[in-house]
């Protein structure tokens, strides 16, 4: 009784401030566990979206335009896994510890983190659409030096949007005023501000990722349709309807990860909207944050080259001379 009485007596964030917080009333058993959980998380992101990093940075067949994108994305989701015992912080104790200013830098940081990723989702809607609806504009329209500078306006607007809207929508002074305790990193924004972030951050890039992949899908079924065709006559398949096939294979495999994604978001942005409690907005945080972690494992399901990668990265290949023009790829395999 003695330990249980211990482990729930209550405790403050800083005991020697009148105004300070309260801890979470969780027994260090709970602690524990969702520690547990949240460092295994953390290093799984980390460490399989490292592998994609370094898959596409050093092997030169995959420094393609397609590829350059999903490197954005799994920069992105790295740095979600990096930040995720901070979040645990925040959820297990209920304490901040690291004062209001960083409290807004790491606002705006994790915003520019979660707009991110749905920015790259949409820069992977154009290739995709491109590069099936309109192949043979593909390669004069969509160059690697083209789709660097559309990644690196995409961050630069990423950031400028989210420290104004985080400025602009008066969080810090909204900080202040809703702290009633010390300790705490929590600002309940405006009805206003918050139908214009989801407009903004979601339906907006949503619609456009959706509009995009319903014309791609179409079109991957008329040709699909036409190759299945010139097969049961008997008629060779040119190069051009491999490429073709391959290319929609690839849109297919993006689209399940833009879908995945989608699922996550949904329910996160219908209870911030309708300003939930924090506990139920902490929780599909979390499922946000999973999904980082769940874009290598498509990729490992769905794409060869990936594994390969993989398996040269973990014997240690990759740093025998000329590893980085081994052949990756097969038969147009993206």
């Known amino acids: 009784m003695a330990y ?9 964030c800083f005991p020697a401030i009148n105004s300070s917080c309260i801890k979470g009333k969780r027994s260090r058993h709970e602690n524990n566990i969702i520690y547990v959980f949240v460092s295994v998380l953390s290093a799984w ?4 979206n490292l592998l994609v990093i370094i898959s596409i940075s050093h092997f030169k067949q995959l420094h393609t335009p397609t590829n350059l994108i999903i490197l954005s994305l799994a920069v992105t989701d790295m740095l979600i896994g990096l930040v995720m015992p901070i ?24 915003c520019m983190l979660l707009t991110a990723s749905l920015n790259n989702l949409v820069l992977v809607a154009v290739d995709r ?22 990644i690196c306006l995409s961050w630069v607007c990423i950031s400028a949007y989210n420290s104004a809207f985080i400025i602009n929508s008066g969080y810090f002074e909204m900080l202040h005023k809703t702290n009633k305790c010390f300790g705490e990193c929590f600002a309940l924004l405006g009805f206003a501000w918050r139908v214009t972030d989801l407009f903004m951050s979601f339906i907006f890039p949503c619609i456009l990722i959706i509009s995009l992949y319903l014309r791609i899908f179409y079109v991957v079924h008329q040709q699909v349709k036409v190759i299945n065709t010139l097969m049961k006559s008997g008629k060779s398949i040119n190069e051009g309807s491999v490429r073709r096939k391959s290319e929609s294979k690839a849109a297919l495999t993006l689209g399940i990860i833009v879908t995945v994604y989608l699922l996550c978001w949904i329910p996160y942005y ?16 979390w499922v946000l944050f999973i999904n980082s972690g769940l874009n290598p494992m498509i990729y490992a399901l769905f794409y060869p080259w990936f594994k390969k990668t993989v398996k040269l990265i973990l014997t240690l290949k990759i740093f025998q001379a000329a590893s980085s023009m081994v052949n990756i790829l097969t038969e147009h395999q993206l």
């Open 4 to 12: 249980e009485t211990e482990d729930h007596e209550m405790q403050y």
């Open 45 to 48: 992101t980390m460490f399989l």
């Open 87 to 110: 979040e645990a912080i925040k959820l297990i104790e209920m304490c901040w510890y690291f004062g209001d200013t960083f409290c807004g830098l790491y606002s705006i940081f994790i």
């Open 129 to 150: 659409y491109v590069a099936v609806c309109h192949p043979l504009l593909y390669l004069q329209k969509i160059t690697i030096t083209k789709t660097l500078i559309s």
């Open 270 to 285: 219908i209870c911030f909207l309708t300003a939930v409690s924090s506990m139920t907005v902490n929780v599909l945080s």
